[in-house]
């Protein structure tokens, strides 16, 4: 079995009974695209499963997914127990469905994103309710799945208020904006000009007294970071490196008493929304239907509205699809799968899986 899906002891299985069989292993197909593998990591730790990241194939097959046929990792064996296979964005569809046909009855396929093949070939298939995908094994939610836990989140603040020092977090009686932003995409432009339109609303903020976190992706440009910077109060914001410091996103996410994020990103308008406090967009020239949609349905939950350049307070049921979508999975899993899943996950995760760590921003 190659290393790439070595499954590891987890917590769910510290404690099992002596000879009683492991639980099901997690693949989560990467496209090596964050955005796209923190949805089933997060899914296999809300089941409370070992998760480990096999790489999808690149050119040729990714040329032609997700109708390709690529054959299998080079070494790979199916594992000794059952699996859950997760592929989340179209290059990963044709891989996670090889995985299904080498399991056979020990698989189990979930789709996450709308896969571009009929929802039938997949035993389930996850997609935003802005996709407007339907079908009997279909499950549709406002926001995406991923890693973040409320618990996870409270550890990382308090860890992260201590290196931020006295006087900037919470303890400063200011207003706590923890600033998410993406980047260019083929729906939105994100470059200088809107980096320093960008950067004089949130000096506004500053002027009001507000303490500023900026976490940029993987997607942000240098150009609209620098733009952003070259506008604001230096002492009066601090930028985080979510890639190096594990308590920098959820730590941002756990102190923030507002949300600034920028429009283009899906996935961190809903990991901010788990919080159930303020989320400002913050608007850039484009746009897309689904993106429009997407942002409607977060304004009609009562969770987002557009960034101005000024605070306001409100609360709204928090959103977290991710425990929702694991029911469902857990639901639908044959009796001879379902029957191995551990009765709840323990802790923050298991041990030895591939974790969002240190939890970058989700772009």
Do not use: N
């Given at each position: 079995m190659s290393e790439a899906v070595?499954?590891?002891m987890t917590r769910s299985e510290i404690g099992r009974p002596t000879g009683a069989p492991p639980p099901p292993l997690a693949l989560v197909v990467s496209s090596g695209k964050r955005g796209h593998d923190v949805k089933g990591l997060g899914i296999a730790a809300a089941l409370g499963l070992a998760a480990k990241l096999v790489p999808a194939p690149g050119w040729p097959w990714s040329l032609l997914a997700p109708y390709a046929r690529p054959p299998l990792p080079r070494g790979f064996e199916p594992p000794p127990r059952p699996a859950?296979?997760?592929?989340?964005?179209?290059?990963?569809?044709?891989?996670?469905?090889?995985?299904?046909?080498?399991?056979?009855?020990?698989?189990?396929?979930v789709a996450l994103d709308d896969p571009g093949l009929p929802p039938r070939r997949f035993d389930l298939v996850w997609a935003s309710l802005h996709d407007g995908l339907a079908g009997p094994n279909v499950i549709s939610t406002l926001t995406a799945p991923h890693g973040l836990t409320t618990a996870e989140c409270a550890r990382a603040a308090t860890a992260l208020a201590?290196?931020?020092?006295?006087?900037?977090?919470a303890d400063s009686g200011a207003p706590f904006v923890t600033v998410l932003l993406g980047g260019p995409s083929g729906a939105y432009r994100f470059g200088r000009a809107e980096g320093a339109a960008l950067g004089a609303q949130l000096n506004r903020l500053q002027a009001g007294g507000a303490r500023l976190v900026i976490l940029p992706s993987r997607r942000t440009d240098p150009a609209a970071l620098y733009a952003i910077a070259s506008s604001i109060d230096a002492d009066r914001y601090r930028l985080l490196d979510g890639s190096r410091d594990p308590d920098a996103y959820p730590g941002a996410i756990g102190l923030a008493s507002h949300f600034v994020v920028s429009c283009d990103s899906a996935n961190m308008i809903g990991e901010a929304a788990m919080t159930g406090r303020p989320v400002f967009a913050a608007k850039l020239p484009g746009g897309s239907a689904k993106f429009e949609a997407f942002h409607r349905g977060m304004t009609a939950h009562g969770a987002l509205r557009w960034f101005e350049g000024q605070l306001a307070d409100w609360t709204y049921p928090p959103l977290n699809s991710t425990p929702e979508i694991a029911d469902e999975i857990r639901r639908r899993l044959p009796p001879r799968i379902a029957d191995l899943l551990p009765?709840?996950?323990a802790g923050p995760g298991p041990t030895g899986a591939e974790r969002p760590a240190p939890y970058a921003t989700s772009d």
């Open positions: 070595q499954p590891d859950i296979v997760f592929a989340s964005g179209r290059r990963t569809i044709p891989l996670g469905r090889a995985l299904k046909r080498a399991l056979g009855a020990d698989g189990f396929l201590a290196k931020l020092g006295p006087g900037f977090g009765t709840m996950a």
